[in-house]
Antibody, heavy 117, light 110 residues
Framework: EVQLVESGGGLVQPGGSLRLSCAAS????????MSWVRQAPGKGLEWVAN????????YYVDSVKGRFTISRDNAKNSLFLQMNNLRAEDTAVYYC??????????WGQGTLVTVSS | QSALTQPASVSGSPGQSITISCTGA?????????VSWYQQHPGKAPKLMIY???NRPSGVSNRFSGSKSGNTASLTISGLQAEDEADYYC??????????FGTGTKVAVL
């Protein structure tokens, strides 16, 4: 069974940093692109970033460019999102998802990031 | 990267059919057949329901179907059931090699 488990969320002050992790199992992690998608409380989904199978390409939504970095460790079947200079508007549940073609499937259960003083 | 436009809510009675629209632009929905749809129940992770405009993943009921015309994609749920009550989001690939989600639609089963 394909499974994705996020961790690393929590409360952080504005301007602070946080690193999210996503542990993958049940599929050949190194064969698939991976993504992060977030959802602010009571709001809709927002695509955040994608990373290619070998980590050689990545793409970001404009609002996080220069602040967030997506990376992966294929040897450890793990996906990461380094978030710097966090803002209140970054408060959200962050989901990792396998990007299979042009679709996101499956998704993890999400980890909550709260940016507040 | 503006969100795709969906109606805030759609409702129907059990057994009826409903359609959710998803309007984008020529830089996303209008050019690429890479529209997917996701169902999200409260407090749960999204679930893929339709991909590449019309394709249904294994395990998803054939009551769910997708289509596209111009810059607008649509999700139709036929034979509406109580379990279909959820939020639905469309998503499209864009000309910037990024992805954009729709604003979301709350489906209510009356």
């Amino acid at each position: 069974e394909v499974q994705l488990v996020e961790s690393g969320g929590g409360l952080v002050q504005p301007g602070g940093s946080l690193r999210l992790s996503c542990a993958a199992s049940g599929f050949i992690f190194s064969s698939d692109w991976m993504s992060w998608v977030r959802q602010a409380p009571g709001k809709g989904l927002e695509w955040v970033a994608n990373i290619k199978r070998d980590g050689s390409e990545n793409y970001y939504v404009d609002s996080v460019k220069g602040r967030f970095t997506i990376s992966r460790d294929n040897a450890k079947n793990s996906l990461f999102l380094q978030m710097n200079n966090l803002r209140a508007e970054d408060t959200a549940v962050y989901y990792c998802a396998r990007k299979f073609g042009a679709k996101f499937d499956p998704w993890g259960q999400g980890t909550l990031v709260t940016v507040s003083s | 990267q503006s969100a795709l436009t969906q109606p805030a809510s759609v409702s129907g009675s059990p057994g009826q059919s409903i359609t959710i629209s998803c309007t984008g632009a020529s830089s996303d929905v209008g050019t690429y057949n890479y529209v997917s749809w996701y169902q999200q129940h409260p407090g749960k992770a999204p679930k893929l329901m339709i991909y590449d405009v019309t394709n249904r993943p294994s395990g998803v009921s054939n009551r769910f179907s997708g289509s596209k015309s111009g810059n607008t994609a649509s999700l139709t749920i036929s034979g509406l059931q109580a379990e279909d009550e959820a939020d639905y989001y469309c998503c499209s690939y864009t000309s910037s090699s990024t992805y954009v989600f729709g604003t979301g639609t709350k489906v209510a089963v009356l």
